[in-house]
């Protein structure tokens, strides 16, 4: 099973949604009983929707016990902070263009490039982990490789 990288902040917010959809389904139980008690099922509109509702929220709350099961915290992991890992946040200089951007580096589950939370799965991030700041790498884009530089390397 794959391993699932998460801040804190992530962690908790996924327990919590848990927590509210477990909540929902035990709603649903007692929706889908009420309907059910009304007679004929075939042409219960409510049964029915609550039945579906239901099967969602069952598939959902079955995904996040798979990742809550399956994930590391990413505050609580040692790292060497010398060095660009999971949770690093990284000011990074395009070379040829001469432009610097700021990401933290994610587990793919917190992934936003437009807040500045870039996948430790994408091209960009894989090819800066491991690097110290001030060393260049090369990141092998989709458009072929290209040339960085590791402006600025802090741990939050």
Do not use: W
Request: aromatic share 6%; charged share 35%.
């Amino acid at each position: 099973m794959e391993q699932f990288y998460v801040s804190r902040k992530k962690y908790e917010a996924l327990v919590n949604e848990l927590k509210e959809l477990q909540e929902v389904k035990a709603q649903l139980s007692n929706e889908i009983g009420e309907a059910a008690a009304q007679g004929d099922l075939k042409e219960n509109a409510e049964y029915h929707a609550a039945k579906e509702k239901q099967a969602e929220t069952l598939r959902r709350i079955d995904e996040l016990e798979t990742r809550l099961r399956n994930c590391q915290i990413t505050d609580d992991l040692a790292v060497d902070k010398t060095k660009a890992r999971i949770g690093a946040t990284v000011t990074i200089k395009d070379i040829d263009a001469d432009l610097e951007f700021t990401y933290t580096l994610v587990g793919s589950m917190e992934s936003n490039p437009e807040k500045g939370l870039l996948s430790v799965k994408s091209p960009l991030a894989n090819g800066v982990l491991g690097h110290a700041q001030g060393e260049e790498f090369e990141a092998i884009l989709p458009r072929g490789p290209k040339k960085y530089k590791l402006i600025k390397l802090e741990y939050k």
